[in-house]
């Protein structure tokens, strides 16, 4: 299949990404490993005039643990990520869920800017830097700003970024001693999007829940941190957190061609609870 | 053409050990390029999206989609085909024997994204299970085999079985 012709420009850093953005204005798209904006443009949802790529820029592509928080380059691909030492210290949930993304050789490719700016309600890593409560560096060029997982997204394949903005960095702060994590997905085939899947984050003490974090992606046009779940779970021992967990009421999930909108709400129970009792027991592994 | 009316930008790649230089309009991808400016028709056109493995190439040793990577991201690159994995004399390697001997295709329209991901998995030198590899081959599609006698091939591989 041929696609629509279109103009190819390489950015020799970030700020002069931007800067060919603006210029270009409306038509213009960024690439970076371009996994999901190439098969968008394959199948014809994608159309742009100029692809602007910074795949080759030599920033952004450290991961870095300083100060309790530990900072990712947006040009850090899947694998990198997923083998990252650095990563795994601090949050092993991170290399877990990239893991978990497309094939090996989107992960390859495949960055961790681009999956967050694209914005997919179903994708992995935006999910668990939502239930990590991450927060993301910004640049037009000119200036940056930080905005939080939680506020990025704002509903299916639409973030925060401005049309000449980048995600530069994902700053996750690391959590102290005694957390636990767990992540779970279920998808029709190996490699497609999750249907439904569970961040979850415990911090035990004597066996007992004392602060959990619980994030789902699929279930709403964006990944939601689960408030009610997190506040019932509070003393919870291990066998207690399917009681805890309940039926969660507060889910609104939809009905497309992977999974019927009650079928989601079964998986988003049923991943929550497993992936809850996970964290909980690897958080006693840590003492 | 580009949308813009000029000449397209020349591209430098080395595949399979030799360098080609050929024009490569901004939205063309590498695996058409491949095809259709280097005459490098081994890897297939699929399914466009990344998903079905028939066009995987290595680009710079990690295995891609070359039907979601654009030919101008990978100038300067070396890329191997499964064409690629002969010996140097032409005659077959041993991953494309293993496929030979235990009838690892049939239409053959995956077999070269399959060496290619098998070549990617066995890379790392562990040990896989068969389990493992089945598991590795989760993106590439095959409609005829049934996959047993693909993850046979591989795994004789790994048990220095194929030069026998």
């Known amino acids: 299949m041929y696609t629509r012709a279109f103009r190819y420009e390489r950015a020799d850093d970030l700020g002069a990404a931007c800067a060919a953005l603006r210029r270009h204005g409306e038509g213009a798209k960024v690439i970076a490993g371009g996994q999901s904006l190439l098969p968008m443009i394959n199948v014809g949802l994608a159309a742009p005039d100029v692809v602007v790529d910074i795949s080759r820029v030599a920033q952004a592509r450290e991961v870095a643990a300083s100060d309790g928080y530990l900072s990712i380059g947006a040009l850090v691909t899947h694998r990198e990520l997923a083998a990252s030492e650095v990563a795994r210290a601090s949050q092993p949930l991170l290399g877990a869920a990239a893991s978990y993304v497309g094939n090996a050789r989107v992960r390859n490719r495949g960055t961790l800017g681009g999956s967050l700016a694209h914005g997919d309600p179903a994708a992995e890593l935006p999910l668990v830097m939502t239930a990590l409560g991450a927060s993301y560096e910004l640049s037009d060029g000119r200036e940056t700003r930080e905005v939080r997982a939680e506020e990025f997204s704002v509903t299916l394949y639409t973030t925060e970024l401005q049309p000449d903005e980048l995600l530069v960095t994902a700053r996750v702060p690391v959590l102290g001693p005694g957390w636990g994590w767990s992540f779970r997905e279920v998808s029709r085939r190996r490699g497609d999007f999750a249907m439904v899947a569970a961040a979850a984050l415990v911090r035990s003490a004597g066996g007992v829940v004392v602060e959990s974090r619980l994030a789902l992606a699929g279930v709403a046009d964006r990944p939601v941190r689960i408030g009610a779940v997190e506040a019932a779970l509070a003393g919870a021992t291990r066998d207690e957190i399917p009681d805890r967990v309940g039926s969660i009421e507060e889910l609104r999930p939809f009905t497309d061609t992977a999974a019927t909108a009650d079928y989601r709400r079964h998986l988003a129970r049923v991943l929550s609870v497993q992936a809850l009792q996970e964290a909980h027991r690897r958080s006693g592994e840590d003492g | ?164």
Request: net charge neutral.
């Open chain 2, 1 to 164: 053409m580009t949308s813009a009316g000029q000449p397209p930008a020349m591209v430098t790649i080395t595949v399979n050990g030799r360098r080609r230089t050929a024009p490569a309009a901004g939205h063309v991808s590498l695996l058409r390029w491949l095809r259709e400016e280097a005459g490098v028709t081994d890897p297939k056109y699929g399914c466009g999206e990344g998903i079905c493995g028939a066009c995987a190439v290595l680009v710079d040793g990690l295995a891609v989609s070359a039907c979601i990577v654009l030919a101008a991201q990978a100038d300067g690159c070396e890329v191997t085909t499964a064409g690629g994995l002969c010996r140097p004399d032409g005659s077959l390697g041993p991953l494309q024997q293993a496929f030979h001997r235990h009838h690892a295709a049939q239409c053959g329209f995956c077999t070269p994204g399959m060496l290619i991901c098998a070549t990617a998995m066995l890379a790392g030198g562990r040990h896989l299970t068969r389990e493992e590899i089945r598991e590795e081959l989760h993106g590439n599609i095959c409609r005829c085999t049934g996959y047993g006698p693909i993850v046979t091939a591989i795994d004789s591989v790994q048990n220095g079985a194929a030069t026998r």
